[in-house]
């Protein structure tokens, strides 16, 4: 079964750190661009950072630039995302998303369950 | 940065009812990075619909996307009571994905 379980999540204090792990299984994690999405009560999806096959692209949305790193341990079929400098505004629910393997579509086909992290003193 | 907006905000209807969600984009999209998302409380968000118009795996005919350019279109031709949820309409340009507001589809 494909699948992917994200970890991690938890109360922060404005300005701390926290790391995000996303674990694969059931299809070849090596193969696939990943993304985190988040969303934050009550409102819309929004598009964090995604990362390429090898690590060796990685995009991110203004918002989180200089804040936060994707990053990726394909031995471990593994993906993260470290979180710094947080603000109230990072509070949300984080989705980890495997990215379509198709050439020339852009979509994101399978979803984790999510972890919530809340930024608040 | 492309934004796409969803209308209407919520739509309700009944069962069996045909539903019609529109998500319009400020520039042109290609059809192949337009997606949509069926999201229930509490769960992640499903896919439904990439390349505009192509279901995805196990998803019921009674969903069809349509569209190109800037207009792109969700219908679900005889509401199910499982259909009731909120729907993202997504697009990629420019190494970044977007998302849509969202539209509430709630029973009338």
């Known amino acids: 079964e494909v699948q992917l379980v994200e970890s991690g999540g938890g109360l922060v204090q404005p300005g701390g750190s926290l790391r995000l792990s996303c674990a694969a299984s059931?299809?070849?994690?090596?193969?696939?661009?990943m993304s985190w999405v988040r969303q934050a009560p009550g409102k819309g999806l929004e598009w964090v950072a995604n990362?390429?096959?090898?690590?060796?692209?990685?995009y991110y949305v203004d918002s989180v630039k200089g804040r936060f790193t994707i990053s990726r341990d394909n031995a471990k079929n593994s993906l993260y995302l470290q979180m710094n400098s947080l603000r109230a505004e990072d509070t949300a629910v984080y989705y980890c998303?495997?990215?379509?393997?198709?050439?020339?579509?852009?979509?994101?086909?399978?979803w984790g369950k999510g972890t919530t992290v809340t930024v608040s003193s | 940065e492309i934004v796409l907006t969803q209308s209407p905000g919520t739509l309700s209807l009944s069962p069996g009812e045909r539903a019609t969600l529109s998500c319009r984009a400020s520039?042109?999209?290609?059809?192949?990075?337009l997606a949509w998302y069926q999201q229930k409380p509490g769960q992640a968000p499903r896919l439904l619909i990439y390349?505009?118009?192509s279901r995805a795996t196990g998803i019921p005919d009674r969903f069809s996307g349509s569209g190109s350019g800037t207009d792109f279109t969700l219908t679900i031709s005889r509401l199910e009571p499982e259909d009731f949820a909120v729907y993202y309409c997504?697009?990629?340009?420019?190494?970044?994905?977007?998302f849509g507001q969202g539209t509430k589809l709630e029973i009338k």
């Open positions: 998303a495997r990215e379509a393997n198709v050439y020339y579509y852009y979509y994101m086909d399978v």
């Open positions: 059931g299809f070849t994690f090596s193969s696939y661009w």
């Open positions: 990362i390429k096959q090898d690590g060796s692209e990685k």
């Open positions: 520039q042109s999209v290609s059809s192949s990075y």
């Open positions: 390349g505009a118009s």
């Open positions: 997504q697009q990629y340009g420019s190494s970044q994905y977007t």
